[in-house]
Every structure is written in C-alpha cells, then in structure tokens.
C-alpha cells in the first residue's frame, strides 16, 4: 500500500527481482510504490550487487524503533494545551516582579515538569526556543539560587533541578536585599540630617524596608534578644537622659554583652521601637527620641509652642 513501510514479503520480491536484473521502475509498479521508495530502499541496504531481503527488514526495524523512540516524549513531555498556557501565564506573572521572561519561563517549565528536573535539550523541545537562550536563563536562575544541576542516572547528560527549598531561599534573598535598602537608607537620613526633606523621605523609605525584611526575615533574632531590646527601650524612655551601655546594665541588672546585643537588634531592626528611635551620640551615650519623620515641622513648632 503505496504511504505504509515495505513489508518482508516486498523485500524478499526486491531481492529476487535484482536477480532477474528487473529495473525499479517496474518493480515499483508491480508493488503499487514510487520508484523512489524501490531506489532508495536498494540503496540504503547494500545496492544493487548486495541487497539481501532479511538484512534489509532487520535494517528497517531498527530505523522504525528509532523513529518511534524520537517521537515519542518522555512523560513529562506530554503537556495539555492547558497546561501550556499555564506555564506562559505563570511565567509572565513572575516576570512582572522582575525576574528576565526567559528565565521565568525555564524556572515555571522546571517547577511544572513531574521531576522538577528537565536537560536542556527538555527545555528547548519545551519552549521552542534556542539551546543559548536556555543557558543564559539557567545562569541567572542558578546566580540567585533557584536552580541547580544534577546528572542523569546514566551521568551522561547534565539535569537541571529544582527542590523544595527553592521558595524558602528565594524568600531569604529578598529578605537580605530589603534589609540592605533600610540599612542604606538610614545612613542617606544620617547624611543629609534627619531633619531635612531628603532625610525624612529616606527614613521613611527605611522603615518600610526594614518591616519588608522584618516581616520576611523571622529567623533574624530571637524572641529573647527582642525582649530585651524592648526592655531597654523602656529604660531610656523611664531615665528620660544620655546613659552609656555601663549605665543600663548596671541599672537592668544585665552584663554589658546583653546591652549590646539589645542595642545591635534596635539598629538592625528599627520598627522595634517605633514611633522612637534609639539615638548615639559622639561621646557614646544613648537617648530616645521621636522618630523625625512622624511629625512635621508645623506638628513640632504647635507641641513646643
């Protein structure tokens, strides 16, 4: 049947009409195939002078596993259209938070596939895109610690993985950057003064940040050091005066690792003693204050007046 692969008998027929030196053509005809099919089916197993029917059928089996093998996907291949659409709407949504599309495309493609790990010859297949572009994703995905690489069972071929950590490490990363930004912005406010509009805008950019991280980061310190830096908040608000770090332990009951541990916790996180601040001065004594950015002037000129 002209379309369908040559069957034994078709072969055994081709190698007995080479015998009788019958040409393609007619061979063709009598079979119902393009001359084409005969001339390359001679051609590929053994031509004219070495066509042997049973290697021939052996030959053609082989290449229809093969075919079969390449055609068929693995499982994780075997995506709904739904499916598909999802991994697209996903990713943009990721993107849209300031991940490159490429790489939220590959990262929504891992965390989707049955094993949370595909090669990058599963992604390109995936997505229908270029094996450079699947690298370059893959770098900026592993620079910030959401993917990485593993082997085959076979250590031929390089897999790369996600695990069940990966929304934790990724919620750690963005906790330590807004920590950075509220540090930074601090020291903007120590530089231009607190008083002043660059200063009262960057102290409230800090705080913001520094809740981000507070708010992300709930690992940072202990319920013990916070409780104690909330009792020594408390201790300069009671003393209403400059004390040194001696002073409080002295006057808590404390040895002075203790203070400075409460006094390192209210630098690295200022939302504790927010609507005040703990302030340094030059000589190394502390006092409390209202935050600068919670009043403004005419708030401030209409309490002292």
Known sequence: MPGSRLTHEDRRQIETWLSDGLGTAEMGRRLGRPTST??????????????????????????????????????????????????EEYATLLAGTGLPRMASRVFVCLLTSDSASLTSADLVRRLRVSPASVSKAIGYLESIDLVGRGQDPDGRRERYVIDGDVWFRAWKTDASAHAEVAAAARRGTDIFGPDTAAGI???????????????????????????????????????????????????????????????????????????LAVQRSEQGTYTIVPRPDRLSDAQRDALNG
Do not use: C
Not at 50 to 68: I, M, P, T, V
């Open 201 to 275: 805008r960057l102290s409230k950019m800090g705080r913001f940040f520094a809740r981000l991280s507070d708010q992300m980061d709930g690992s940072g310190l202990t319920h013990a050091i916070v409780a104690d830096a909330l009792t020594l908040i408390a201790a300069l608000v009671h003393a209403a005066r400059p004390l040194t770090p001696d002073d409080l332990a002295t006057a808590l009951g404390w040895n002075v690792q203790r203070v400075a541990d409460a006094l390192d916790a209210i630098s690295r996180r200022p939302v504790l003693s927010d609507p």
């Open 38 to 87: 005969i001339t390359r089916e001679i051609a590929r197993n053994g031509g004219l002078a070495g066509y042997l029917a049973d290697r021939a059928q052996q030959a053609g089996e082989q290449r229809a596993r093969r075919n079969r093998s390449m055609k068929s996907p693995e499982p994780d291949d075997r995506q709904t259209e739904a499916a598909r659409r999802f991994v």
